[in-house]
């Protein structure tokens, strides 16, 4: 059964193989609609007109400060086009985003009542105490000017 030999071949393969979405030769699409999380050395730390800090450079300055921004994830895809900034970060205690310039910053904080520094907005997580927030709030004066 020559034709049953060319079936489970092609099946064998295709099982073997992954059934790629995607013809061998082109890279994956460029963009994904789910956040995931990033590394290090994906995203940018400067950026805007200062050449201040990024939301990410931010996200790991905090952390290398000693203060908590667990399971941080790059939203920037979801989050820049709505908000025209330039990089966007969440973690379990902050959500920061960075701007090209202070006054996209001041715009976009000002209408929302969040905290901002230069070209950084920063949005506490609902459970962090007041005490809490005003450690994080010392911690960006020092790192963002």
Do not use: H, W
Request: charged share 15%.
């Amino acid at each position: 059964m020559p034709g049953r030999a060319l079936v489970l071949g092609a099946l064998a393969a295709c099982l073997l193989g992954g059934c790629s979405s995607t013809l061998p030769g082109y890279p994956p699409p460029a963009s994904s609609a789910v956040a995931r999380p990033s590394t290090l050395a994906t995203t940018a730390t400067r950026g805007g007109e200062l050449g201040a800090l990024s939301a990410r450079g931010v996200v790991n300055a905090l952390v290398a400060a000693g203060l908590p921004a667990p399971n941080a994830v790059d939203t920037t895809a979801q989050e820049c086009p709505a908000s025209a900034c330039e990089q966007s970060v969440v973690t379990d205690t902050v959500r920061v985003k960075s701007f090209d310039t202070t006054a996209r910053a001041q715009n976009f904080a000002a209408s929302r009542d969040l905290f901002q520094l230069e070209t950084i907005v920063v949005e506490f997580a609902p459970p962090l105490s007041e005490q809490d927030r005003a450690r994080y709030r010392a911690e960006l004066e020092v790192l963002v000017r």
